[in-house]
T-cell receptor, first 115, second 114 residues
Framework: EDKVVQSPLSLVVHEGDTVTLNCSYE??????LLWYKQEKKAPTFLFMLTSSGIEKKSGRLSSILDKKELFSILNITATQTGDSAIYLCAVEPNAGGTSYGKLTFGQGTILTVHP | KAGVTQTPRYLIKTRGQQVTLSCSPI?????VSWYQQTPGQGLQFLFE???????NKGNFPGRFSGRQFSNSRSEMNVSTLELGDSALYLCASSLVLASTDTQYFGPGTRLTVL
């Protein structure tokens, strides 16, 4: 059974702080790891990581994958109140058999950024 | 390009009733996956459809079913509703789940069972 564990479960910071969110996983036949941000309803896609050691970056957000240690981190620098959300990590196995379309999600990290 | 749309956005039902939720994927996307999100269990995979065929199913009872139409729109049905079915139901679409595909989520349908 695929498994994803995120830490911390919640985090409260002030604007300008830098945060690091963690995601560890166990998956049979790994294809990719994804990060999503969920504010009100729909999780919105942030990053897809497939290769170890290659940093994906978008503005103040960045993420990296360690396939040897089965671990990923999501960094947010110079946090803003608009970063307050639930950050979800998910793993996707290679398509085929009983794996089509199935993302296994972690519990999420609730990030609260105070002004 | 319009995103994934789901209807209705909110629904209130009573125990024992059945419900049908609808999902229209992003234009050109052919794979639709459904997820249930609850505070206790988080996001859990329900099933995935591609070309009108269910290719994968999560660990949910048979009361949960779905289908996909030729235009890739999908519906999911829950029969004999239970209080524990109260949740946010999300659908996600992707092109065809090739190596670079990503699942994009709709806004969800909030189902409350009384």
């Amino acid at each position: 059974e695929d498994k994803v564990v995120q830490s911390p479960l919640s985090l409260v910071v002030h604007e300008g702080d830098t945060v690091t969110l963690n995601c560890s996983y166990e998956v049979t036949n790994f294809r990719s790891l994804l990060w999503y941000k969920q504010e009100k309803k729909a999780p919105t896609f942030l990053f897809m990581l497939t290769s170890s050691g290659i940093e994906k970056k978008s503005g103040r957000l960045s993420s990296i994958l360690d396939k040897k240690e089965l671990f990923s981190i999501l960094n947010i620098t110079a946090t803003q109140t608009g970063d307050s959300a639930i950050y979800l990590c998910a793993v996707e196995p290679n398509a085929g058999g009983t794996s089509y379309g199935k993302l296994t999600f972690g519990q999420g990290t609730i990030l609260t950024v105070h002004p | 390009k319009a995103g994934v749309t789901q209807t209705p956005r909110y629904l209130i039902k009573t125990r024992g009733q059945q419900v049908t939720l609808s999902c229209s994927p992003i234009s050109g996307h052919r794979s639709v996956s459904w997820y249930q999100q609850t505070p206790g269990q988080g996001l859990q995979f329900l099933f995935e459809y591609f070309s009108e065929t269910q290719r994968n199913k999560g660990n949910f009872p048979g009361r949960f079913s779905g289908r996909q139409f030729s235009n890739s729109r999908s519906e999911m049905n829950v029969s004999t509703l239970e209080l524990g079915d109260s949740a946010l139901y999300l659908c996600a679409s992707s092109l065809v789940l090739a190596s670079t595909d990503t699942q994009y989520f709709g806004p969800g349908t909030r189902l409350t069972v009384l």
